[in-house]
Each structure stands twice: as C-alpha cells, then as structure tokens.
C-alpha cells in the first residue's frame, strides 16, 4: 500500500498533524532569519517605526497572497492523481503539448519544468545549511564565548542529518509532529507576549504601510524584497507534498496552526524591533523570554533539521520521478519501508547534497551569505509554477483568458518583483542557484537527447521483428529450455541481445519475452493494471509484454512476475533468464549529433549509471550481459 493511501486512512486531525511534522518545516522556521536579513543583511534598512511597519505589512500580504491564495486556494488544485510538484504540473499539460509540437509556448513547457526543478534542487542544496546555520547562530546570545563554534557544529549536524538518512524518513520522523507542534506553539506565545507589550504594531496589516515604505524608500525598498521573500521559502513545499497529505489536511494545517503562528511571531518580532532598535541583529531570539532561550535554541535547531529533512526528502522524490521520465540516469534506489512506497533512499544523491551543505556553509560561514542565494531559487520555481499553472487553468481546465490571465497577473504581482529583487543580488550569492541550475538543466537534457540519440541508432542498427521471426520459422534453430526475457523500449524491433543470441551461438530460448517496461504520463499505475501481453506470435515461442509503471513507483521485477500470474504468462525469476544489453558508448570521429561537451557528459553519465539489473531488482545469478559498442 502507498504511503498516501496509507495516511488518508488516518483521522482528519492526526493526517493534519502529520503534515505539519512535514510540510511545514520550511516556511515554519523563516522566522529565524527573515526579519533578521531585513534589518541586519547586506541591504539591511534602519530601524525605524515607518521601516518596521512597512516590512510587517510586505510579510504579511506575502503570506496571505503567495501562500495563502496562491498556493493553498489554488495552485493545489491543479493535482496529478493526487500529486503535486513540478513534475506533476508538466504531466497534466503532456496532452497539450503533444497536441501543438509547433507552438513556441507548449515547446517552452518542458523546458520551464526542467528550470523548476533545477531551482528546488538548488533549494535543496542551500535549506539545510541556512536553516541549520541559522539556529546555530543564536549560540552566541546563550554562550558569547562560543562565537566561533557556530560553523563547526553545523557541519556537525548536518553531517549527522545525512548519515542518518539510510534509516528512512520515517525513523527520522518519528519526533517530526511532536516537535512542530511546539515549534508553532512556542512561536505563537512569543509572539503573543512581545504583541501585548507594544499592540499597535497589528496595524501593519493594512497594506498602506507597504505602500508607503515603497514610497519613501524607492529602489532600496526593491532591495529590501529579496528579503522579505524569505518569509515565504517552503510554499513549494506545499504543493510538492500534496501527495503525500492531500490538499484538505494542508489547508487546515496552514490557515488554523501554521499560518497565525508565523503571523503572530513576525508581529512579536516587529513589536520588539519598535521598542528597542538596538535588536535588530538578531530580533528572533530578541523577541524570546531570557529565561526560555536556552530550550529555545535547542527547539529551533530541531526545527530547522526537520526543515532540512522535507526538503532532502523532496530532493530523493524529485529525482526517482526525473530518472523514470527519462531526464536522469538510473540511480540505486532503497526502499526504507515495506509499507510505504514513497519513503525511499538514494545514496549518490545524499552524498552529493551533504558535500554541498557543507561546502556552502564553509564558503559563506553565516546565514546572511546564503540568504541572497536562498531567495533567487525560490523566486525562480514559484515564478515558473505561476506560469505552469497558467497553462494548466487555459488549456486543460478550459479557463476563460480573463480569469486564467487575471489570476496569472495577480501572482506575477507578486513572482516579478521578488525575482527582480533578487537577481539584483547575483553578485551577493544569487550567483549560485543560476549556476546550479544551468549546470542541472545541462545534464539533465544531455541525459534526455542523449538516450534519444542511442535509441534511433538502436533502431537503425536492429533487425525488424518479422523478419527475425521469419528467420526462426524458416531456420533450425536449437531452443534452450526456460524462459528469455529481453529487456526492449521498442517491441517491434528485435532486441540486439537476442539477435546476437542468435547469429552466434545459433540457440534461443524455448519461451521469449519481450519486456518493455513504460513509465506512464500519471504517479500511480494499479497492479491489476499493470501487465499487458501479446501473445499472437506464440506459435514461434515469442511473447510482448508491457509492463507500466507511473513515474511516483519504481520498478520491481518481483513485483513483475507475481502479477504476471494473472497475464495469462507466468514469469517465475527461479525459471527465467533475463538477457540484457551493456553499451559502451564511444566519442565517434566527426560525429555531429552531439557536441562534444555534451557527448563528454553523456559519456561519463553511461557509464556511471546504476545497471539494469540491480535497478529492477533482478536476482543476479538469472541476469546474461551482451555487451555492444555504440559511437554517438
């Protein structure tokens, strides 16, 4: 059972509660570090009552139209199956593109998805070591002597944090609802106490207050949104996790526990900065009870490595979906639990994060450094979102232009100025994401033409299937007893395994099977559902098989031959032996397909990736490897 069927058959409450241990974690610990960057950053203002009520107003109309409305009233709608992310935008809108190939804007489509994604990786590089490095940070006000142990001991943790990822989210997070919960618990009441010290500071919800702050501070105030953008990090996280909660229980997680948390602690936060100016270097634990700072740097730092956990655990989701859709190489994939399918573990992709955290909290050494970085990746993937979704609303939903237009220009509002504002910062660490991402999308769209590339000259090399089945009617050909299956993505072609087979040792199996496995255009494929067989071409021992899998699932040759026991074909794995090809890809002289930067990385992607036996979970002892040269 997956693990979103799982947790809906849970109460309302307890599902609610449970994504609040998840969902939230990244914008629930933007407090730490929003109002701190505003006032203390590298375009930090002056402290002063029209700046402060100015800066409250732009978080929290932020809040209300980026999360609130976009995101939680909208954009959640557009679902796959259940689904949400990037990924699952770009499948909704699949039809429409193969519809009009030649129009610029659906042709666009793929490519925006791609930069999407691209942006989350980069935020799943860079929300682990600030948000950690941000909770770390307040050590200074508990012990002022143990200044300089702040960057050791956030490479401390987030190396543990990685460590233990082998273990599976769902060991990780068994503490995740419990922590939360007081984590907005205690954000509320510190902000409640600093409110009712100084309760005019609640006017900064009339939107006035930004309007003038614009006014009286013209272009620094357009500095000042790539700031104030940080209040709303992890509102792709509320889409992304769709799947994993369902849109009700997020939308009561967020409109009754952790949006008046977050509002409430922002407010408590500006009621101290209007009361002591001075604190405007740190006025998250400012805004704390001295007596409550010690549990609540401990809280905060177990907040933030939560925080960090949705996002790597994003990270892991994203990538399975961009290995089965074709846009990454196959990866060793761990299922961390026997009952939930989406809890999984990918080694590579969790190595190659942690050298990255470590190294981005080495190169800035403080949370001011990323947050500039911080703020263009997340501005890049709501922006695209604001456009996929668009998309979605005039050309699936059928939309009038007014409304999908008018809603698009209400988000764009918001999405252009705080990608402006931020790519002004590029200088300041913007550079780092952009960087991330030309280097991902680079690799990942290589990786897409390069398979395309291998599969027409596959095609071209590979003998059609009648006439090798015209061949094995007309010829003796010696018949091994057991079953072949050979691995294809196209069924009516012969598989060069087996026409090798064939050609040199002049012997093919009793039974074979041509196994094509397809990830389909939605998450989730039933099992019942599962296997389609061919069968016309028995009387020659040869059988089509085509297995689907949708691009949430990751396959499983067991899985594959227990439901192929109602296909009408058993495959038992003690029985079968499952021929595979290996290529070794070799740079052609004068080859014009790819350029050669691209056929270099091609190159090394081949041959690093995962191989197919392990990947589909075929025993080893049943797998033969023919090997064929091929030049791109």
Same mark, same amino acid.
């Given at each position: ?12 409450a307890s599902?609610?509660?449970?994504a609040l ?12 570090y929003t109002?701190?960057?505003?006032f ?12 402060v ?18 995101y ?11 689904e949400?992310?990037?990924f ?9 593109v ?21 942006f989350?990786?980069s935020?799943g ?5 600030i ?24 490479c ?17 997070g ?8 007081l984590?907005f ?11 009712a010290?100084c309760?005019?500071?609640l ?7 930004a309007i003038a ?5 013209h272009?620094?105030?357009l ?25 009700r %229980?997020?939308?009561?997680?967020? =409109?009754?526990l #952790? /949006?008046p $948390? !977050? *509002? &409430? ?8 900065l ?11 634990y ?9 549990f ?29 859709l074709g ?9 961390t ?9 990918? %080694?590579?992709?969790?190595n190659? =994060?942690?050298? #990255? /955290?470590? $190294? !981005? *909290? &080495?190169?800035?050494q403080n ?46 509002c918001?999405?252009?100025p705080?990608?402006?504002?931020n ?6 660490g913007g ?6 991402s ?5 690799v990942m769209?290589t990786?897409?033409?390069g ?15 009648p006439?090798?089945?015209s061949?094995?009617r ?7 007893p057991?079953?072949g ?58 059988y089509?098989m085509?297995?689907s899998?949708?691009?949430m ?9 227990e439901?192929?026991?109602?296909s ?13 090809g290996?290529?070794s ?5 004068g080859?014009?397909?790819m350029?050669p ?20 979970n075929i ?14």
């Amino acid at each position: 059972m997956s693990a979103e069927h799982e947790i809906r058959r849970a109460t309302p409450a307890s599902v609610t509660l449970a994504a609040l241990g998840v969902v939230f974690g990244d914008i629930g610990t933007s407090p730490l570090y929003t109002l701190k960057e505003c006032f203390y950053g590298p375009h930090a203002i002056a402290v002063s009552p029209a700046n402060v009520m100015g800066i409250l107003s732009l978080i929290f109309w932020s809040l209300m139209v980026v999360i609130t409305i976009k995101y939680v009233l909208f954009v959640s709608r557009a679902d796959d199956h259940g689904e949400g992310g990037t990924f699952a935008l770009l499948a909704l809108l699949q039809g429409a593109v193969k519809r009009s190939p030649a129009n610029p804007f659906f042709r666009a489509l793929p490519y925006l998805a791609l930069c999407s994604a691209a942006f989350l990786y980069s935020d799943g590089m860079i929300t682990p070591a600030i948000s950690v490095l941000s909770a770390v940070e307040g050590l200074h006000m508990v012990l002022p002597a143990a200044g300089g142990m702040v960057v050791p001991l956030t490479c401390g943790i987030l190396i543990l944090l990685f460590m233990l990822q082998k273990y599976g989210a769902a060991r990780i997070g068994g503490i995740f609802c419990p922590v939360m919960l007081l984590w907005f618990a205690a954000l509320a009441c510190c902000g409640l106490i600093n409110i009712a010290a100084c309760p005019q500071v609640l006017a900064a919800v009339n939107p006035w207050h930004a309007i003038a702050y614009f006014q009286a501070s013209h272009l620094h105030g357009l500095l000042v949104l790539g700031t104030v953008v940080l209040c709303i990090t992890g509102g792709e996280a509320l889409y992304a996790d769709l799947g994993h909660f369902g849109r009700r %229980p997020i939308r009561k997680g967020w =409109l009754f526990l #952790a /949006c008046p $948390a !977050l *509002v &409430l602690n922002y407010m408590g936060q500006g009621a101290v900065l209007l009361g002591a100016p001075a604190s405007g270097h740190n006025p998250f634990y400012q805004a704390v009870p001295q007596f409550f700072l010690p549990f609540m740097m401990v809280l905060a730092t177990l907040a933030t490595v939560i925080a960090s956990q949705a996002l790597i655990s994003g990270v892991y989701s994203l990538t399975q979906q961009a290995v089965l859709l074709g846009f990454l190489p196959r990866m060793r994939v761990v299922h961390t639990s026997t009952s939930a399918r989406g809890q999984i573990y990918l %080694p590579t992709i969790n190595n190659l =994060l942690m050298a #990255a /955290c470590i $190294a !981005l *909290v &080495l190169i800035f050494q403080n949370s001011s450094g990323l947050a500039a970085a911080y703020g263009l990746a997340v501005t890049g993937a709501m922006g695209i979102t604001s456009l996929l979704f668009f998309a979605v609303t005039r050309f699936i939903w059928q939309w009038p232009l007014w409304k999908a237009g008018g809603l698009l220009l209400l988000f764009l509002c918001f999405d252009l100025p705080f990608l402006g504002a931020n790519l002004i910062k590029i200088l300041d660490g913007g550079w780092l994401p952009l960087l991330g991402s030309v280097v991902l999308i680079s690799v990942m769209t290589t990786w897409k033409k390069g398979r395309a590339l291998m599969q027409k000259r596959f095609e071209q090399m590979s003998m059609p299937l009648p006439a090798f089945l015209s061949a094995l009617r007309e010829e003796k050909q010696s018949r091994s007893p057991g079953i072949g299956v050979f691995m294809t993505l196209n069924q009516h072609l012969t598989p060069m395994p087996l026409a090798r087979s064939m050609a040199l040792i002049h012997s093919v199996p009793e039974r074979i099977v041509l196994l094509t496995v397809k990830t389909e255009e939605r998450p989730y494929v039933e099992a019942k559902k599962r296997i389609r067989l061919d069968d016309r071409e028995k009387d020659a021992g040869l059988y089509r098989m085509l297995v689907s899998y949708g691009y949430m699932q990751n396959p499983d040759m067991a899985e594959i031959a227990e439901c192929s026991k109602h296909s009408g074909l058993y495959l038992p794995l003690y029985d079968c032996t499952f021929y595979l090809g290996r290529e070794s890809i070799l740079a052609a002289e004068g080859a014009r397909a790819m350029r050669p930067w691209r056929r270099a990385i091609f190159i090394f992607l081949s041959n690093n990736a995962w191989n197919a036996a392990t990947f589909y979970n075929i025993p080893s002892s049943r797998v033969v490897e023919i090997g064929t040269h091929l030049s791109l």
